[in-house]
Each structure stands twice: as C-alpha cells, then as structure tokens.
C-alpha cells in the first residue's frame, strides 16, 4: 500500500473529527450559557462522562485494539473476517447489556467513586438520575466503534468519522428544543444522549452493511477465534481501566472545588479539539494499515507510515499547543463567558486549558506509538506502562492540588501524558526497523519547534496589540478572529520558509485522494 493512504485517510478523519469538534464547542457554549458552572451543569459532565468512560474500557480501548489487528490480517488473508466479524458483535453486546442493567443498580456508587464532592449536596441526586438515562448510551456507542474497526480495516472513513456529528447535533437540537417549549433543561439534555447513540450505531451499521459486513443480532458463542481475542484484549483491559483511574483522579480532585469539573470539561473541549482532529485520525488510520503491512512482512513501508505519521502530529499539535498556553484567557473569554458563565469562571477555565496545552503533543504522539505495540498484539507492555503512569498521575494531581487547586488535576494529567510517552518511545527501540525514526522526521522537528516559537511571538504581539478588543462585547469575536489568523498564517509561512512543512506535499496529497484508494 503506498504511503499516500495514510495521508488520504488523515484527511478524511480529521476534516470529519473538526466538525464534530466544532459542533460540540456549540453544544458546551449552550450549556454553560444557561447552566453556567452551577450544579446541574456539573452532576450532567460527570453523567455524560460515566457511560463515555467505560466506553473507552470496553470498546474504543481494549476490544478494538485487540480487534483491529486480527480482523485486519483475516482481512488480508481471507480467512472469513466476516463471521469474526459476527462472533464479537454479538460477544460484545451480550457483556454490555449485562453491564448496563448492573450499572442502573449501583448508579449512587458509580457518581461517587467518579465524584465523592458531591457526597452532601444536591449534585448527587441530579447525577445519579442523570446517570441512569445517560449509560444506555454505552450499549450503542461501543457496538458503533466495533462497527467503525470494521470500516477502518477496509479503507472507509467516512461514516465512521461522521458519526460523532451525530452526537452534538441531537444534543444542540434538544437544548435548542428544550429552551423553546420549558423543558427541563438536564432531564432533556440526559434522554437525548441515549437518543444519539441509536442514531450513531444506525449510521455504521448501514455503512458496514453495504461495506459486506451485515452483522445481525444473535446469542452469544464462545469461539477459539473470539477466546484468542480475550486473551489479547485483557491486558489492554487493564491497561484501558489504568488510564480511566486516571480520569477519577482529575475528577475526585475537582470535585471538591465548586465549579471545577464545569471548568474542566471546558477546558478539555478546547485541547480536544487539536488532539481529536489529529490525534484520533492517526489512530484510527495507522492502527490497521500498521497490521496490515506487518502481516505482509513490509517493514520499510511500516516505517514510513509510523514516520509520515508522527510528522504529521508534530506539525499541527505543537502549534496548536503554543497558542493553548499563550492566548487560552482570551479565546476562553469569547468562547464560554456569556449567560451564566461569568468572568471568573472563564477565568478559571483559562488555567485548565493552559495546563492541557503543556501536554497537547504529549496525547496525541501516544496515538502514534501505541500502534506499533498493538499491530504486534503487544498489549501487555502498554498495560505496564499505563499502571506506571497512573501512579505519576495521582501522585502529581494530588500533590500539585495543594498548591494549585483545581489545575493540579489537569498538570497531573500533563505530567502522567509525558510520562507515558517516555516509556512507549523506550520500549519501542527494539522493534525493528518499522519503529525507527528516519532522516526527513529527524530533519524537520527543530524546524517545526522554530516555526511554532515564531508564531507564538506573533500571537502575543497580536494579543497586545489588539488589548481590551478582544474583551469587548460586539467586536471580540472579530478581535479573536484576527488572533486566530495572525496565528494560522504565521505558523505555516513560518514552516513552509524553514522547511518544516512542504505545502506541495499536501497540494500532492489532496490530488491524489482518489486515487489513493484503488
């Protein structure tokens, strides 16, 4: 396969993922314009987080890391991936509506080992009813990814990429709903998750049909195949309930501070953003087409889809990382502070985006380096690694909390986010020539980290220069649009001078998308 396929479906994931990203920037700005950083704003993030939680456990994290790889090489070599296929649909729905039914049981439980703050005061009674409409959605959303593994091993990215849209337009839709005909706003806003994701399992579903792979409801079996599958997804399992105890620990911190999981969703939302666009387009493409060139023995072209991806990382998260640090109080200011959400609160919300901003390519080069382990049904390493960060996470969350309040969780999360990515890059020395790192990367990092500081000397020119506009009511979306721009345009002028981006490389790229795929 020729490298040009990665770049392809970077694109089309990405472009996919910034709409989605975008959309759901309108749905946090609607809720924080009428529910502010009150209580039923926060007892939703963390109703919302529960179901989304888990769902990163069971199927975007352990069983399709596991899946991908050997559904792939079945791909490859034919050997009947689509009753695969079948077997761990049907395994997967089975355990999950188990798991759905228990967690309607222990709702109360789930709120407070996710947020024990709310232990004495009205948000646990809000978060628990919210929760139990809220985590159906995990059901549907997890057959949707095993769905979209099975698009992304055979080249389609598209319906899968726009199924999160999905999401944030019934969410926009029911606030929208909501606020026209008094609706209770949090009641509205939990039934309308379960809602989305019927719609989002809906969508892949019909694409993987007419992909070939019609997978039907059926009971359960146990198989060698789906036995072998276990084997390997466990460690990722583990390693998936790792880094989701880190996720507690942010949460359990905030939670004791009034506002601070509002602040930290928000902030979240920002750096979520770049690491969704790039970050979950390479680890959705690269994931697959790793597997696939591993099976066929090409280790050469292993190393430049590994190298072409990391490039591809570096060159839009540092940047965006940069202006995450530099600039978050006025883009925060602009983006959040309307109704409700005050001054303050946008202030604090800066703080967090900031923090995130110091890990940003940290998130996004884990995507990167954590197919090379899976591609090789290596989950027991990434575990080990995962368990190690969890311990730097709570350690450096607690402790930086004492000093720094709520933003000691989100410098906790920073921390752990380079230290897994030290040990990922480590253990990855040995794995031959597919994880080494070639001329042209080794080439073009100092003149991406040149660029980036360039463009944050222009962002703070232009912050300065632009003062009090950017805080004005009427002409800061035009002041932060020219922040923005100023930043945009002197970053890639930057990089195609220094040569840390070739933009006929990507002109290259976008002409031959359809070609590409044949």
Request: proline share 4%; hydrophobic share 60%.
């Amino acid at each position: 396969m020729q490298p040009i396929r990665l770049i392809k479906g970077f694109l089309t994931v990405g472009l996919w993922t910034l709409l989605s990203r975008v959309m759901g920037f309108a749905r946090d700005i609607l809720i924080a314009a009428r529910l502010g950083d009150g209580p039923v704003a926060e007892a939703f993030v963390v109703a919302f987080t529960l179901p989304n939680m888990f769902r990163r456990f069971f199927a975007e994290g352990a069983f399709n890391l596991a899946f991908i790889p050997i559904f792939s090489k079945k791909l490859e070599s034919g050997d009947d991936p689509q009753g695969f296929a079948r077997d761990a649909f049907a395994g997967l729905a089975g355990v999950l509506i188990v798991f759905t039914l228990l967690a309607q049981l222990i709702m109360p439980w789930l709120v407070l080992a996710m947020a024990s703050g709310f232990a004495e005061d009205e948000r646990f009674d809000l978060a628990t009813t919210f929760g139990r409409i809220c985590f159906p959605y995990i059901l549907f959303i997890s057959l949707a990814a095993l769905l979209s593994g099975v698009l992304n091993a055979t080249g389609k990215f598209a319906a899968a990429a726009a199924a999160p849209v999905l999401l944030n337009v019934i969410l926009v839709a029911a606030m929208l709903t909501a606020s026209a005909r008094g609706w209770d706003f949090g009641l509205t806003l939990s039934w309308a998750v379960p809602i989305a994701g019927v719609a989002q399992m809906a969508l892949v579903w019909v694409a993987a049909s007419r992909a070939g792979f019609r997978l039907v409801p059926r009971m359960p079996r146990m198989t060698p195949e789906l036995k072998r599958l276990a084997i390997i997804a466990a460690p990722a399992a583990l390693a998936g309930g790792v880094l989701q105890v880190n996720l507690l620990v942010s949460r359990q911190v905030a939670s004791f501070y009034d506002g601070a999981i509002q602040y930290l969703n928000l902030a979240d939302r920002l750096y979520q953003l770049p690491l969704g666009v790039v970050a979950i387009a390479i680890g959705v493409v690269l994931l697959p087409e790793l597997s696939r060139r591993l099976a066929a023995g090409n280790e050469q072209a292993g190393r430049d889809g590994f190298n072409r991806a990391t490039e591809f990382a570096l060159v839009l998260t540092v940047p965006a990382a940069v202006a995450l640090v530099l600039v978050a109080g006025p883009i925060c200011s602009v983006l959040y502070q309307r109704g409700a959400f005050d001054a303050e609160a946008a202030e604090a919300t800066a703080l967090a985006t900031a923090a995130y901003g110091l890990g940003l390519p940290a998130f996004v080069l884990q995507k990167v380096l954590q197919p090379l382990y899976y591609a090789r049904h290596d989950t027991r390493r990434p575990m080990n690694y995962a368990f190690v960060a969890m311990v730097v996470n709570a350690v450096a969350a607690i402790g930086l909390a004492l000093t720094f309040g709520f933003v000691g969780a989100a410098l906790g999360t920073t921390v752990a986010g380079w230290a897994m990515v030290l040990l990922l890059w480590r253990g990855s020395r040995k794995m031959g020539a597919a994880a080494q790192v070639d001329a042209r990367l080794l080439a073009r990092l100092p003149r991406i980290a040149l660029s980036a500081a360039l463009m944050g000397a222009v962002l703070l020119a232009t912050e300065w220069a632009l003062g009090e506009a950017l805080y004005t009511a009427g002409v800061r979306y035009w002041a932060l649009l020219a922040l923005v721009m100023s930043g945009i345009v002197s970053y890639f002028a930057a990089a195609h001078v220094t040569g840390a981006l070739r933009l006929s490389e990507l002109k290259s790229a976008m002409r031959r998308r359809g070609s590409a795929e044949r």
